[in-house]
């Protein structure tokens, strides 16, 4: 058993709505870019919970919002959208995940990453348990119906603090929701209004502008947040102030939206800071600064700010390449780059370039970038990035490349430097990074630059998880360009 | 919770051949009949289990052999087609059902119905499992997991000792497929042997013919066989003659393809049997004898050899019509019988006409064929059915409708000749049909017909799983005509 | 420009029914035994033409009812089956073929072959003509459109006269439906009249009957039927009387669907005479009598009748399979004849077996289905044909192998007996063929027996339509089992 | 016969590269933003052509690159992309469009719109030609046909000088491609050399760009380049000098792709400029600088630059929403608006603010954006068009609206002021637009500003297409999100 380490995704819920599904419809469109592999809607009409997953994007699985949109109409839904990796798609992994046990239906949706998930499973497999998934969502149901917790005054806050790792949960029983975030709080998750009064949750905020409800305030680390005929209650399954906060910094830098909130911080504003900042710890004599589009845009923004230098569009996405292309060979691969980052020649053509992007991962697709800008002319490029060089692999939902495949961790930056041919590099200093944040400095994880990590991770784990079998499940899926 | 009771299904596996899985799809395909509303294929190469699902046919599933195929490709398959019903689909009960648990990976096949799946389930429920389909055949995962079962020294016989109802069914283990079939034998299950030397299991011995493998014997009441490395070999979990058979005679006069051995009979001849004992007790003077194809083909023959009137074809099956049409009216249905029933008017015009069919359910398509032969100009129509009145429901896998809908229930012999509009109305005896069968006649059930049921049908069952509620999961399957 | 040769087709028309498009719909399902290969229905309100095609049988390209015939929803309706081939498929030449002209707008649907296509399409390019498709049927709508045509008292009647061949047309003005077959009547159509008083026309009587209309008349050679809002009219053509006909035999001996009535003749009927006469000159002491299903059903029953023999059901065919398979090789090929004909060893073993088949083309398939019967334990086999040797290819639509791949034409009677591996093999006569027919014997086409073309063909047009490019035109159509 | 008037679209054509057809995939790509209705690839091994259409986006239409590519493989290619359009989609429009006459095969891609197309078609519809689809660029097959036509010297360039509009063709015959375009330059084409030295020829340089190619020239207006073995040459089929170019500025306005070169300059740099005069036109004291992403963003740059004031990213678009959704309700459709273009408050909130778009045609989405924006917080809105009132209808290929439609038509600048409810709104000038191109002003087409058309246009036209019926021809092709 592998356990898919891939959990960076989006969820959204909402309660009371006669419109509830399109609204969630809506919402997780907004979250798109938190997954693509799988999209799924569960809705209740307050006593049957209806459940519609399928692989690939949102408007894929509900086609135009289509008849599963209208079969799934009820007042009561959560939805939830999956990161899209580049291996093999695995239905049974779409979420919301729905069961059935002693108390009821239950449909859970899941962002982040249960470092336990392993030791739990192998737990409840002792006793007796089948699992049907490879996802590290199943067990929290498997945690849910368990006889000794179901008893509990409040069952749902002892399980949770059975879980460890980084998790943002949505619950739908029948007839409520129940909203949780890890003590930590190291994903984001939101509470809003609509216009109409009704409440939503959602891991971004821009998924209330999206469906035009206002911001009420961020689902608190170690609560849980209920949503209900009787608007919206809070308890805390942690008490408040035992555990400092762990928010992941790299949402900020990379994953969330331009336009959310999250942490207390607009995304965008925070990134300018990024680049204002990086102007200061690494300048440079140039004639331009230009961004990656569109996860560098904001900081190159930010550097021009900062540096005085003149911003302009030297690089064009293509609004119409899907992530994932069949490529035969190295020369179409090549050709790839080019077609979704288009280079304006007349922007870089005899100038002094710098180019500033969110982080450099494994650096082949930084050096094929900075190679396209030389052949279209610049005369010198200064490469930028808005965070520190990436070191330490995430145990809570980000799905970076083993140790090996980071660039940082095997070359110096004069090393990086010379392997994608830059004249300079750049690496936001992790000081410089954590100067830009609102909150107290040490309520941040910076474990992928630090190494140092919040929750502790028993490295055993992962030889654990090794051994298992593999199990694969697929069904007749089509994945697009 | 409403349980399925629509259990007909049919079951392929083979052991060691190096195309065990096309040999699986064709064996699927012979069994066609036993069920189109889903197939699946799960294969094993020694060590990891692979499975396929999806809506519908087997040749839709599977795509002309396509590319699904060629990923399952393992020398250890088995596979499962289901029982199409009019309402929704539900993937998540398609078959094989593949889980993990304490010892590994296992796939199960069902065919049959349990009658104490919901009170397993419940108590299952209450030790706090979790369930994820609808289906009768996932308690049988759970009751496999469980740890006191698990260490037995035969956890299987011991877990198919909890089982009650009908069941033949397909455990694939990483190493080895074990067949099991209950100890009264309701449902047929045999074992043939490829040219290659491969052994293989099949509901009906067509799926034996279909890939040229020969036929071995029927797998025993209450035993189980195992098809592995040594080849195949038994043991009993029931002792042998501790439990008087009781086979499903409908399999004979309706379910099985004609050209299947079951019950140690081939299945044609025993309807032509029943066609000439049908003639005995329902003689009339007619001009020609014709069958309701395809199901009364055979004992129409029968009953044309018994009473000396020709056979002639007076009716033609179009081989293009799929089972489900979308109807808007009752003109738009009553065309589709005509297009999937067409008359040869010249047969029947002006002729005194023996119709025979295998059985009348609700009698409403009885009635449509009857006046479309009175259009056709028949002078007179006398039907004969080749089995008894139905009159009680069949909790051991077969599809019938609520005791309400059986229109002998609700009506005697003489209103049913009224309502369907015929000169005559003959059905065979009980007597007469078990006077057809080889082995003896207390070794077959007779309960549609006689209520007499041979394991004892808790009936407060029925409350019990209506009280919970309804658990619907879907997805984008298209349903095609 | 390699013409398609494979021009056997079906045609449903009908004017004036506020369900056209559904009666249409049902129409040409009950004449999918005519083509599978594609399906189009155009629609008029009066005024404008829509038109809808697609690749694969009728239920596939119109799914169920649904969408597109909601779309086409007019009072005017023609439609047409297309005749599938092994080879590639080419939705350019999906019918009704739709064009505009000076005229207006004009769809055609056609069954036959026009042997002076070529030379026609040759004539027309010389005067400036573009062609978008492979199918001889594009030509007809080129001849309606010129000038000197469109100035005649009767254009239709005019062009008609231009054609060559084998051909029934559907002709959709948006006002009417004209209705045109060759004057040697060559391929069936007949005219039909609703309950509702509408009339319809269709290729054969069959599709009448699916939806509840009676049959009226056959259209004659020669003959053009209009069907408006004045009802139903008709001219000729050419002058009756002036043409000797030439019916197609092969319609009756195995084209045309058994409860269609044809040539004046019901199909099944003739065939049982075929039997009778197959007996008569080819007798032999036998047990059994048995078909190969269904195209020898009939005559198989003829030949029970002729010689005394008991009918028996020794073979089943399989209502699941589709006619296309991708048989990666000759093991599964095999396999594949089982699946589709699977043999109730009961009926043959150690049994002296009559089989009777309509014809014997290559021959390859009738030596797999013996050795099948032979390995089912036949203890003799008596081949019998209900038609001819056939030993010339057919011009006139019906898409018989090149002469050099029938069997009739390379082996003697005795080798041909020799090769397919039974102890006696008996063709009906032509004339034994031609006295089970109503009409005079000189008004069939016998030409596929015996070489006698009652419409000359030239032999150099093959060598010409050899000598053009190949025009492959393909789209994203999938073809299914 | 209602002409498609929607005639924007891309081009891209390849000669003698191993790997012809999956460059013209590549350059397709990169042209998508000229149209996303349907698109497709003809290719030729040098005898015979082959030709691949469908509705929908490149990549959905080839499928990552699949099949349909693999089984084109030939050395010579040429493709289309054609403009998406609200309404009805009509695969038989698709493109290259390919046919047979009596020069062999030849297919045909384009783009602009020929004015004279209804008239051709009704002269040569009287000749006695027919007509399959709804596109002008059919006319061109027939024209080319003509016997009187094909005994020219230079057939091609003799069609040439019958047609009348704006026109980008590429034609294929087995041997060649010849790339022609309009004497008047109306819209791009550009001739590109890849690495391994093969020609090109492509809408825009973009598609150079993303294959690597290198920029050779622009096609010349009146020329025809001919791409066959012999490399690349050209000739004339209308004089040089005799005609005054009239290039679409709309291309640079809002058409192109922001890394194109086109009439000699690139659209990004062109469009700053139109920013930077705007500034100057149309000052205001603001706080921030926003664009509408991504039409206006190049402009709203140059504003920020002639300004001083900050340029920041005001609104971030989406890139998962497809173009049409289906919108039950105006509530529906105006959270589109918003999952489109997501404003960051942040940027926006008690700020004035300068928002730069290219162009205002109807106002309707205009004033929803500017509604948005107020939603957020701003606290004055000065909106700023970087191109003059659209007042007329493009009859050369671009898709505005009715004359009816056209806002800018109907109200005054300050009533259009009044309905989008901002504080102030500026036009640029169509002097200003015209000091911003590099060539002569009097070398650009600016009808739909001033109303003063190059080509003389026939307004009788439109009326005698509006007389013709409407063909409409569907098949059951998939609109997807």
């Not at 059935?100 to 336990?116: C, D, K, M, P, T």
């Not at 190679?371 to 200064?382: F, N, S, V, Y």
């Not at 410089?432 to 944040?437: A, D, I, S, T």
């Amino acid at each position: 058993m592998v356990f898919d380490k891939k959990e960076e995704c989006g969820l959204f819920g909402i309660y009371g709505a006669s419109d509830a599904v399109q609204q969630t419809f809506f919402g997780l469109y907004s979250l798109q870019h938190r997954g693509q592999e799988s999209a799924g809607i569960a809705s209740s009409d307050g006593e049957n919970i209806q459940c519609y997953t399928g692989m690939g994007s949102v408007g894929r699985v509900f086609r135009s919002g289509g008849s599963a949109l209208e079969q799934l109409a009820n007042p009561i839904a959560i939805g939830h959208v999956r990161y899209s990796t580049s291996g093999s798609s695995k239905p049974i992994n779409s979420q919301p995940f729905i069961t059935e046990y002693s108390q009821g239906q239950v449909a859970v949706a899941h962002n982040g990453n249960l470092i336990n998930a392993p030791l739990l499973r192998a737990e409840y497999e002792a006793y007796g348990h089948i699992f049907k998934s490879t996802s590290d969502t199943e067990i929290i149901s498997h945690l849910l119906a368990k006889p000794t917790h179901v008893s509990k005054s409040d069952p749902l806050a002892h399980v949770l603090n059975h879980l460890q790792g980084a998790y943002c949960l949505l619950f739908m029983f029948p007839d409520r929701i129940e909203a949780a975030r890890d003590p930590y709080g190291i994903r984001p998750l939101c509470i809003g209004k609509t216009a109409e009064g009704h409440y939503c949750v959602a891991s971004e905020s821009c998924a209330l502008d999206a469906i035009g409800a206002e911001f009420v305030r961020e689902v608190e680390p170690g609560e849980i947040v209920t949503l209900n005929q009787d608007g919206v209650s809070s308890r805390f399954f942690v008490k408040p102030g035992t555990v400092k906060p762990a928010h992941c910094i790299f949402e900020h830098v990379y994953f969330s939206k331009q336009n959310s909130n999250i942490f207390g911080q607009n995304v965008h504003e925070f990134r300018k800071r990024l680049g204002r900042q990086l102007a200061k710890e690494h300048p440079v004599d140039a004639d331009v600064v230009i961004a990656i589009p569109d996860s560098g845009s904001s900081s190159a923004l930010g550097y021009a700010q900062g540096s005085g230098i003149p911003f302009d569009m030297g690089m064009v996405r293509s609004h119409y390449i899907g992530r994932t292309f069949i490529s035969p060979d190295q020369k179409m691969r090549e050709l790839q780059v080019r077609l979704k980052l288009a280079i304006i020649p007349e922007i870089v053509k005899d100038k002094r370039v710098v180019v500033v992007d969110d982080s450099i991962v494994r650096g082949t697709t930084t050096r094929s970038k900075m190679l396209a800008l030389r052949q279209a002319g610049a005369k010198e490029i200064h490469m930028r990035a808005s965070c520190a060089p990436i070191r330490f692999p995430c145990f809570y939902g980000v799905d970076f490349p083993t140790k090996e495949e980071l660039i940082a961790n095997n070359k110096t930056i004069e090393q990086i430097r010379d392997f994608i041919e830059v004249e300079s590099l750049g690496y936001l200093s992790l000081d410089g990074m954590l100067g830009c944040v609102d909150r107290p400095k040490d309520n941040y994880c910076t474990a992928c630059w630090s190494g140092e990590y919040p929750i502790p991770v028993d490295v055993r784990l992962n030889k654990f998880t090794m051994e298992r079998h593999q199990m694969t499940l697929f069904d007749n899926t089509v994945t697009e360009l």
